[in-house]
Structures are given as C-alpha cells and as structure tokens.
C-alpha cells in the first residue's frame, strides 16, 4: 500500500494552531475529501486538539504529519501525528462542570477510532487514526481502541499488519519502540 505523507511545522506560539487547522483543511480537500464531510470536521478537531496540546503543554516547537493511503477517496484510513520534543506522556485530565481546559485528550479518546503515544527521538508522538466510512460513535464500533495491539473495553483491535498504518506497513511504532495506549476510564 502506498501512503502520502505531508507535514508542517509548528512554531511554540498558540497562534499556529489556526494556521494548522487551515494547512490540514487544504491537505483534506487536496486528498479528495470534501471539506465539509463529518469525517473531515472530525479530522481538524483531532488536529486543533492535539496541536493545543503540543504548543500549550511543551512551549516547544511541534510537527504536524498527516497520513493517506493510497487509491479511493471514499475508503481508507486517515493518521494525525503530532511530534514534540518533550519527553513527558500525555496526561488525560478530566474537566470539571464549567472548565475551559482539561478536555483535549478526552475529545481525542471520544473521536478517533485509535490513538496512542510513543517515544520519538528525545520526545515523543501522539497519534490518532480515523477510519473513513466508519461510525461516529464508539458504541457502534466493536474493536475501537486507542492503541494497536492494546486490549479495549469496546473488544479486541487488530494486531500489527492487519489494516491501518501499523509496523507493518512502516508507520506506527518500529518493533523496539514500545507504543503507549491511553486506558480509558471504566
């Protein structure tokens, strides 16, 4: 399978994740899919989300990298990549009642069909995979995880080389590099 990759790098100021939205926006319109798609939508959440995230928390410049397989613009999967230098994991925080932050991971977990965190260099990349076609919720999607190869309270996710951009199709974690799923809450 053939996959296009295209990135952009993201300067520490919050003011880069409107021009991330904007870069991906063009990138999914290039790709074919029509910009006001749901899976589309979804897509720049996942990105404004995980670009905050980056730019926010790190104070460090960021990449962000899209992924497209190859072939219709109707099937497929779509992979988000957002690389830091930070070393430090990811850490769900959960918002209470009125506050403005703390739901950024929690919207990733709700959204994408898989995501997860490994090592990269001396920091790290976060992941999130949407399956284009698939359905919006996770209840109607037995297998859905967040992280390849991880157990999920939704059933059990296919192991790497059996779809996606895992290891086997030369994304994802490289066989030494362990891969972090973020567990979800019960």
Request: net charge negative.
């Amino acid at each position: 399978m053939q996959v296009l990759q295209v990135q952009l790098e993201i300067g520490p100021d919050p003011a880069e994740v409107g021009r991330a939205r904007r870069w991906a926006r063009s990138r999914l319109v290039g790709s074919g899919m029509g910009d006001d798609e749901p899976v589309a939508e979804t897509l720049i959440l996942l990105i404004s989300e995980l670009v905050t995230n980056a730019v926010v928390h790190t104070g460090c410049p960021a990449v962000l990298r899209m992924l497209f397989g190859s072939g219709a613009a109707e099937a497929g999967t779509v992979r988000v990549e957002v690389a830091d230098i930070s070393a430090c994991p990811p850490r769900p925080r959960h918002a209470a009642g009125e506050d403005t932050n703390g739901r950024g991971l929690e919207l990733v977990d709700g959204l994408a069909d898989r995501w997860g965190w490994q090592p990269e260099g001396a920091g790290k990349r976060i992941w999130c995979e949407v399956d284009r076609g698939a359905p919006d919720t996770a209840e109607d999607s037995p297998g859905r995880s967040q992280a390849s190869g991880a157990p999920s309270a939704h059933g059990p996710v296919p192991g790497p080389g059996t779809g996606g951009y895992g290891a086997a199709a030369g994304y994802g974690p490289a066989p030494y590099q362990p891969s972090y799923g973020i567990a979800r809450p019960a």
